[in-house]
């Protein structure tokens, strides 16, 4: 079975400023991890997903995190939080085994405030 | 090309009656799921279609909640005799292959169903 944590319901930040959303993982076997964002009345989109080939992870607008299984951590990070980043922000984890290997669990969500 | 759609939008009905959510997902994703969101937390896995068949559907809760494929591209989620917990967010999500490593999941905007 697999859980995510998400350290941090709301988090705001200025403008300008380093985003951070924390996000810890439960997997009795290797993960794939991955970020999504939710804007208002929209479906979610995928920022990014850690899939083993490499540590640090890269995604859309900006956005990159870092799996590190020492601390069983897949954190969210953008150096320069721009007004339009403001939304709610989910982690997600899926077992690399096979059977139930596709579905998603997901944490409760982190949701970002940035301010002018 | 065109997202997943999902109809209706919203949905309002009383206790007791009876629901069906539809999901349109990208052309030629042979993989479709369905989560429940409920407000304030992260969606919560329902079920997961390999093409027409059910390949994972531990996450309905009872036997109120039942979905088809039969077609191998939109899927009905069927809720029977509906209860006021069963108010929530139900989303819907399509993948390309859905084997080995995860394929991307893209998501609908999700059905907002409210039962009175």
């Known amino acids: 079975a697999q859980s995510v944590t998400q350290l941090g319901s709301h988090v705001s930040v200025s403008e300008g400023a380093l985003v951070l959303l924390r996000c810890n993982y439960s997997?009795?076997?290797?993960?794939?991890l991955f970020w999504y964002v939710q804007y208002p009345n929209q479906g979610l989109q995928l920022l990014l997903k850690y899939t083993s080939a490499a540590t640090l992870v890269k995604g859309i607008n900006g956005f990159e995190a870092e799996f590190k299984k020492s601390e069983t951590s897949f954190h969210l990070t953008k150096p320069s939080a721009h007004m339009s980043d403001a939304a709610e922000y989910f982690c997600a984890v899926s077992a690399s085994s096979s059977g139930s290997a596709r579905q998603l669990t997901f944490g409760s969500g982190t949701q970002l405030t940035v301010l002018p | 090309g065109a997202g997943v759609s999902q109809t209706p939008s919203n949905k309002v009905t009383e206790k007791g009656k009876y629901v069906e959510l539809r999901c349109d997902p990208i052309s030629g994703h042979t993989a479709l799921y369905w989560y429940r969101q409920s407000l304030g937390q992260g969606p919560e896995f329902l079920i997961y279609?390999?093409?027409?068949?059910?390949?994972?559907d531990s996450g309905l809760p009872n036997d109120r909640f039942f979905a088809v494929r039969p077609e191998g591209s939109v899927s009905t989620l069927k809720i029977q005799r509906t209860e006021r917990g069963d108010s929530a967010v139900y989303l819907c999500a399509s993948s390309l292959i859905g084997r080995g490593v995860p394929d991307t999941q893209y998501f609908g905007p999700g059905t907002r169903l409210t039962v009175l």
């Open positions: 279609f390999q093409g027409t068949g059910a390949a994972d």
């Open positions: 997997s009795s076997v290797p993960p794939y």
